[in-house]
């Protein structure tokens, strides 16, 4: 008995050690199933409430709402890679607006046209405005600038874009040679001037003529010889030689063949301050310049009878010779300005047909049509008049002088 005795005892408190310890495991992984259980639920995500709605077209109630914050999250998100893209274009010459929920700009159109807005009515994608023959694209109710073509940098002085219907005109120097050395030249001696203008006038103002003068880098092409008074040295900066040619001693030179509209006989009129020339048919046909400086520069050639009768807008309405010509007869014109001592620059050069009953000024004077070489429309009727508020045009009948096709005939060097 004792030995048996002595064997049962020691198991007992065994079993229940093993008992409690199987207790004891069974609890922590219910408390361990329950922490699970609660933590998933806890991190979860809402349930995505996703209305496939156009690309631009409004929402509807609160799940348009939930799409645009959740748009408004990828574009927070995505926003930092498109700075990149912009910062490593290297600078431009212009700057990027602020973003604004009133801009939309025509650059970033994804970005403007995820915004749809709930509760019925979103920015819808909007159109931008071109310039030219480009359309811009923006978004919502923005406008944004196209690339286009038909967008022409143009001045008084002419724009700088090729035509057809233009006069090809360079800007040459009077007080440096043809490799832009400084020359002898007086701007308070006018005879400096009168002598270079004389020189050109009888050579018929062809091309080597030219070849003593410096010549401005930039063409301009010209339809209509109408600058009132302005600064002188808008030309030579027009011209591309702003920062190479002081405002004094400069003349620029047009070429180009045109045709008569219909058969008539018709003169060139101007006003200058200081010179215009008008050379057509080979031969000098205008002369206009400053009261103290028309007698000196005309030289051989003279004005009609009664050219002194009537003020212009720079000095004396000079008229020119009566020029004869056929229905879509070709001439070759030369038309040249020029400043003498600097200041103020202007130009007029209108045109008279013989035999046409014109009305008149106060004065008598013959309200007549500017000189073009296309046809008159309103932005440039406009132009006009604002520069000359004082002098009245003829606007019902202008004669269009159609003008030369090909290349730039100043850049012909076997004339």
Known sequence: MTEESDYVTPSRPRRFGAGAFSISVIIHLVFLMLAVFYFVKWVEPPEEKIDFLPGGGGGGGNEGQTVSKIKAQQRMMTSPALSKRIAVAGPASFSLPDASPDFASASMPMAM?????????????????????????GSGMGSGPGVGQGFVSTSVFGGKQDRSDAL????????????????????????????????????????????????????????????????????????????????????????????APRTMSFRFVGSADDYIAVQAKGRLRLVAARPELQAPVQDKWEPAAGSDAYPGPMGTLVFGDWIQVRAGEELEMDLAIGERPGGVVGFLLLVEEKDKEYRTAGNGRPILPIF????????????????????????????????????????????
């Open 168 to 259: 090809a005109g360079h800007l040459y120097d009077f007080k440096q040679d043809e490799k832009g050395k400084a020359v002898e030249y007086d701007i308070g001696n006018a005879q400096h001037f009168i002598t270079r203008a004389h020189d050109l006038q009888n050579r018929r103002f062809r091309d080597s003529a030219f070849r003593k003068f410096f010549k401005a880098p930039d063409t301009l092409y010209l339809t209509q010889l109408a600058i009132p008074l302005r600064p002188a040295d808008e030309g030579p900066a027009l011209f591309g030689a702003g920062d190479k040619m002081k405002p004094s001693g400069w003349l620029a030179h047009y070429r180009g063949k045109i045709k």
């Open 113 to 137: 046209s995820d915004a749809s807005s709930g509760s019925g009515g979103g920015a819808g994608g909007g159109r931008g405005t071109g310039i030219g023959k480009g359309f811009g694209s």
């Open 372 to 415: 073009t070489t296309e046809a008159i429309v309103d932005p440039i009727r406009e132009r006009i008049t604002k520069g000359f508020p004082d002098w009245e045009f003829e606007w019902d009948n202008v004669p269009v002088f159609t003008n030369r096709s090909g290349p730039d005939p100043l850049a012909d060097p076997f004339r």
